[in-house]
């Protein structure tokens, strides 16, 4: 985000991966037409889990077009693995994300270390369909399989002392290059209010179109919180800790006049060096209008009244 604005990005980056396209297609059909999770067996050129059991949910956004695996799997910020799109398909290869725990700590009853499974295991997992908006002025509409991150939390007990929650990145620099360069300070961290980790929307994801994460989208678990700024949707969380005081962030740290802790999609608010009030989707010639929240107001608006979105940023 430091390294390019929106204007010097080609479109010859974007990439398009002509081997997924038939199967692709197949599954969004099949997502649409609702068969999905019904254990679909794809032979062939699978190279990612299919998860199995995935009911929808209300809070999908269903009028607008999925952008295409391809693009959503080949047009990554992870700067894990480098900062330009292309790197984190490139670079991520020799990153192993089994097994996997996560530790929870901080402001709770129940704090701990839990394997993935066991994390997933008590939930069901659902299709939720977001738009992404990222602060650099593109956008895409995605698929994710995940489940709500308020649900997981409740199960730690948070105490009343738990007005955030800070999430950590995996810091592994001899599978992630990216992190053998000083782009960032290391691991990647983000974090949210209480409240809008808990709010309904946001969820933990583990796959996109039906299918595990692959690396470069942040395997195997990663944050998904469809009103903010794409960097508030940190990758490969290893950690998540109950706090009483607002945690640092990793983009904030490193450019607070750019990248505010809430970082709600607002397009009245331009970021110092761009406008935000109009977008590229991933897939369209045309540029779009950025919405108030991208689009989720009437579910999170209430949680910033008397507040001054054009001041906490
Ligand atoms: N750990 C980590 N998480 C991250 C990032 C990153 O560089 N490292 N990039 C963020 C940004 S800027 C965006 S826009 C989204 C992109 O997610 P996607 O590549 O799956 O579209 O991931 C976010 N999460
Ligand atoms: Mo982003």
């Keep these: 985000m430091l390294i390019k604005t929106p204007s010097d990005i080609k479109s010859s980056e974007i990439t398009s991966k002509s081997t997924y396209l038939s199967r692709r297609k197949f599954l969004k059909t099949s997502i649409n037409t609702g068969i999905v999770g019904s254990g679909l067996l794809l032979a062939g050129n699978t190279n990612a889990a299919t998860l199995n059991d995935i009911r929808k949910s209300r809070y999908s956004t269903l009028e607008e077009e999925l952008t295409d695996f391809e693009d959503i799997t080949t047009?990554?910020?992870?700067?894990?693995?480098?900062?330009?799109?292309?790197?984190?398909?490139?670079?991520?290869g020799g990153f192993n994300p089994k097994p996997w725990s996560i530790t929870v700590d901080?402001?709770?009853?129940?704090?701990?270390?839990?394997?993935?499974?066991?994390?997933?295991?008590?939930?069901?997992?659902?299709?939720?369909?977001?738009?992404?908006?990222?602060?650099?002025?593109?956008?895409?509409?995605?698929?994710?399989?995940?489940i709500p991150l308020g649900n997981v939390l409740?199960?730690?007990?948070?105490?009343?002392?738990?007005?955030?929650?800070?999430?950590?990145?995996?810091?592994?620099?001899?599978?992630?290059?990216?992190?053998?360069?000083?782009?960032?300070?290391?691991?990647?961290?983000?974090?949210?209010?209480?409240?809008?980790?808990?709010?309904?929307?946001?969820?933990?994801?583990?796959?996109i179109y039906g299918e595990e994460l692959l690396n470069q989208s942040g395997a195997p678990i990663r944050l998904v919180v469809p009103w903010k700024y794409g960097y508030k949707s940190i990758k490969s969380i290893v950690k998540i800790s109950f706090v009483e005081d607002e945690p640092r962030?990793?983009?904030?740290?490193?450019?607070?006049?750019?990248?505010?802790?809430?970082?709600?999609?607002?397009?009245?608010?331009?970021?110092?060096?761009?406008?935000?009030?109009?977008?590229?989707?991933?897939?369209?010639?045309?540029?779009?209008?950025?919405?108030?929240?991208?689009?989720?107001?009437?579910?999170?608006?209430?949680m910033y009244e008397g507040m001054n979105l054009l001041k906490y940023h």
Excluded at 123 to 136: A, K, W
Aim: aromatic share 14%; proline share 7%; hydrophobic share 30%.
């Design 75 to 92: 047009y990554n910020n992870f700067y894990e693995f480098g900062t330009a799109k292309e790197d984190p398909v490139k670079y991520s």
């Design 106 to 146: 901080g402001e709770c009853n129940k704090p701990g270390e839990i394997g993935l499974e066991d994390l997933i295991k008590p939930h069901r997992l659902e299709e939720r369909i977001y738009r992404l908006r990222c602060v650099e002025a593109w956008s895409m509409v995605v698929p994710w399989v995940g």
């Design 154 to 207: 409740k199960r730690f007990e948070p105490s009343s002392n738990a007005k955030y929650v800070a999430f950590t990145t995996v810091f592994r620099p001899d599978e992630m290059p990216g992190q053998r360069s000083r782009v960032l300070q290391w691991p990647y961290r983000e974090g949210l209010r209480i409240d809008e980790a808990m709010n309904p929307l946001t969820i933990l994801a583990v796959g």
């Design 249 to 302: 962030t990793s983009w904030n740290d490193s450019a607070p006049k750019e990248y505010g802790f809430y970082s709600n999609v607002n397009p009245n608010r331009n970021h110092p060096r761009w406008s935000q009030k109009k977008e590229r989707r991933i897939g369209e010639f045309l540029k779009r209008d950025t919405l108030m929240f991208n689009g989720y107001a009437d579910q999170v608006a209430s």
